[in-house]
């Protein structure tokens, strides 16, 4: 403050400072100002006091404003527990993906697991994991003295809540798993669509709720779609709902606005932008009470747990059964093209399979065990099984061979019912897999091409549960699980986990399995594969013994000795076709007639391999029927077909060529079966599509799987 010289006829002035930005400064100014005059001019006793007071709130604004903060925190209330429950209930997909994925489930299903019991169990174990740390949320409520949740018994609303919601958010998890073949992928995927379904709905809705924007019969049928459809929303809308529902009727029973505002809530929506309604029922239908969502909430655990149930007992599959049975008669316009080309011993086979189909199906007598008529299977275009029949006696061990791809483990797949029949039909014992799978399982051991075990279960455990699954009294259990640990080798590996295995320990393990009950009929997808020679050699002592035993046995193997070894008879597959079928040695006779020479050209002084073609000529020359079958790198092998060769006759050319064409050394024996399936297979084409079958998998959303 600064004195001022006075002017015209004023006896006194003085001017006041002040910051202007200061919200209060002003005021003090002035306050100094008068106190200054006061104490100067009148009394030094005087003073006067300033107190800077706002005036009382207008109560609607204020209203108004306390309901908006109400909707936002509700809805960020909503949001983030929907959000954080998205993480625990979605993370439950991982492993029914996972033993899917690795045929684990299948395993169990073959064993006699019904899918009610699968899926209960893990529901169970599920849910016990996921109620745990959701009942943290009513504790934190309650240690955080949040009236909103905890007041008027509210926790049991929150409690009943959080219970629905875990029973509908994990049946969702399970039908959502069958999209995935892959278990991190899968988990990713529904871990987005939990929160796409959750948070993203929620505030999709809360933002067209906005009365600016006009939108609020947009989110109404929103509202309507997502309720219908996400837990996660009903979720969510429950706890913004609670919190809304709370904080409005704290408004609206506020003192003072009852007396200014006499019909406040609801009615005071005539005044207000945003409603400011209430219900004292939190479970009422009308917003924002919960009713429709804890509702819908629990019909959705209803509807999804359907759902799963018609998909794992084959609902669709039965279905397109139904609908492309009129494709039979297509299907069988194909045979008789096919007939014109296939060998005979295939052509008599099939004959005989499909004219007495009828009576060797239901007849006492019929000595088949396995039976599979017309069986064919397509992947979307791809035909991977063509119309294959056949009949497996018992007591056979009967072995399929084909190279990659033939179509050998899709064939596996369809009578294990892993995959479904695209048209024909399998048999086994009388029951057939398009109608019986479950009887055809009880009756079958099978080890799949691909290791189907739980890593984090030991090859004991493993072993006693599926001894447990086939029905093993309890007293007999360690029994049979130590006989098959023997047999199979796998003493000093019994009580490692299986995922610490090696490859082919894991191959013992899954042999063991396919015998575990010692099942009538057994199917072993290259069981041998990755095994030591002596272990190898141990297998195929096991399965003469089971097989001896009265067992059927039906296996593939790309180890043409095992096939020589085991089998009593045998297919190659060509294009998912038969392209010869009998013993080995009917094989050897039809197809190899005459001998096999191969031969190992010398090195020549300078280091270099001694050329082929003057020994070529040479044989040419003295068996003029021998074609060269293979040829690389010194090493010739060649067929003589003509049987009326003697084979000293061979000996003698032989011994002389040894010096005379360099030959290092050479071997005469009789066609292998490795020859044969060489000669079959080496010309073998690109498949074909069956495109009349294209369309009808396109248009029937990859059914034809
Ligand atoms: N799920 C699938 N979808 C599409 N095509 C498939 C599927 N499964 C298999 N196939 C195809 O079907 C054909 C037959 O496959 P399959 O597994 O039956 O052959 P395989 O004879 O068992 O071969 P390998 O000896 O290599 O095991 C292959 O060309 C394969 O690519």
Same mark, same amino acid.
């Given at each position: ?47 006067? +006091? ?25 809805? =960020? ?41 699968? /899926?209960?169990?893990?529901?169970? /174990? ?48 399970? =039908? ?47 509202? !309507? ?12 809308? *429950? ?28 009615? +005071? ?5 945003? *409603? ?8 009422? !239908? ?27 007992? +084959? ?103 892993? =995959? ?159 392209? *010869? ?81 360099? =030959?290092?050394?050479?071997?005469? +024996? ?33 059914? *034809?799987?």
């Amino acid at each position: 403050m600064q004195a001022i010289p006075p002017r015209g006829n004023e006896k006194s002035a003085a001017l006041g400072f002040y910051n202007g930005q200061t919200y209060h400064g002003k005021g003090i100014t002035m306050n100094y100002m008068m106190n200054t005059f006061l104490q100067t001019t009148l009394n030094r006793s005087f003073s006067l +006091h300033t107190t800077l007071s706002p005036l009382p709130k207008d109560l609607k604004k204020a209203s108004e404003k306390n309901t908006v903060i109400s909707h936002i925190a509700g809805h =960020v209330v909503g949001l983030l527990i929907s959000f954080g429950m998205t993480f625990l209930t979605t993370m439950f997909v991982f492993f029914p993906i996972k033993e899917r994925q690795v045929g684990a489930k299948h395993m169990q299903v073959v064993s006699g697991v019904g899918p009610i019991t699968y /899926w209960l169990s893990a529901f169970i /174990w599920d849910f016990i994991n996921y109620i745990f740390p959701s009942m943290l949320l009513p504790l934190i409520f309650a240690s955080y003295s949040k009236s909103a949740y905890m007041d008027d018994d509210r926790y049991m609303l929150i409690i009943l809540v959080l219970v629905i919601y875990g029973v509908s958010a994990l049946s969702f998890t399970y =039908v959502l798993q069958f999209a995935f073949d892959s278990a991190p992928t899968g988990l990713v995927m529904v871990v987005i669509t939990g929160i796409i379904s959750g948070p993203v709905t929620t505030t999709a809705v809360f933002i067209l709720r906005i009365p600016d924007l006009n939108t609020e019969g947009y989110a109404d049928t929103l509202d !309507w779609i997502f309720m219908t459809i996400f837990p996660n929303y009903n979720l969510a809308a *429950c706890f913004s709902n609670i919190y809304t529902n709370y904080i409005n009727m704290m408004i609206c029973t506020n003192v003072e606005c009852a007396i200014e505002i006499s019909s406040c809530c609801p009615a +005071h929506c005539r005044f207000f932008k945003i *409603c400011t309604t209430y219900e004292t029922n939190y479970m009422a !239908w009308k917003r924002p009470g919960i009713g429709p969502y804890v509702l819908f909430m629990a019909c959705q655990g209803f509807v999804y747990i359907v759902i799963l149930m018609l998909v794992e007992y +084959h609902v669709p599959q039965r279905l397109w059964y139904l609908i492309s049975g009129s494709l039979e008669e297509y299907e069988c316009g194909c045979e008789g093209s096919m007939a014109s080309t296939i060998d005979s011993d295939v052509a008599v086979e099939e004959r005989r399979v499909n004219s007495c189909r009828a009576s060797l199906l239901f007849s006492k007598d019929s000595t088949d065990s396995l039976l599979l008529l017309n069986l064919y299977k397509c992947y979307g275009t791809f035909i991977a099984v063509d119309h294959i029949s056949l009949g497996v006696p018992e007591q056979e061990c009967f072995g399929l061979l084909g190279q990659n791809g033939a179509g050998k483990t899709t064939t596996f797949k369809m009578l294990t019912g892993d =995959v479904m029949v695209t048209s024909g039909n399998a048999y086994l014992k009388g029951h057939d897999v398009r109608n019986n799978i479950k009887k055809v399982q009880a009756n079958m051991g099978y080890c799949p091409q691909f290791d189907a075990l739980i890593d984090q279960m030991t090859g004991r455990e493993t072993l006693t549960m599926y001894a447990r699954l086939r029905g093993i009294p309890e007293a007999n259990i360690p029994v049979v699980v130590n006989s098959l640990i023997d047999i199979l080798m796998l003493k000093p590996h019994a009580d490692k986990l299986a995922g610490q295995y090696s490859g082919g320990n894991k191959r013992k393990l899954s042999t063991a399995m396919a015998l575990v009950g010692d099942p009538p009929f057994i199917m072993l997808d290259e069981p041998s594969a990755g095994m030591d020679p002596k272990a190898r050699r141990q297998l195929w002592n096991v399965l003469s013994q089971v097989r001896a035993s009265g067992r059927t046995l039906v296996l593939t193997s790309h180890s043409m000795e095992e096939c020589d070894a085991l089998c009593t008879r045998i297919a190659i597959m060509v294009n998912g076709k038969f392209v *010869c079928l009998g013993s080995p040695q009917h094989l050897k006779n039809k197809f190899g007639q005459g001998y096999t020479l191969i031969v190992q050209m010398g090195l020549l002084p300078d280091g270099t391999m001694a050329p082929n073609e003057p020994f070529i000529k040479f044989i040419r020359e003295n068996f003029p029927d021998a074609t060269v079958f293979d040829d690389h790198q010194g090493y010739i092998h060649f067929q003589v077909p003509d049987a009326n060769v003697k084979l000293a006759h061979v000996f003698s050319l032989m011994e002389s060529s040894k010096t005379n064409l360099n =030959v290092q050394d050479y071997s005469v +024996h009789q066609t292998t079966l490795e020859q044969i399936f060489l000669t079959f297979t080496r010309n073998q084409v690109p498949p074909k599509e069956d495109k009349f079958r294209s369309f009808l998998a396109k248009t029937c959303c990859g059914l *034809c799987k």
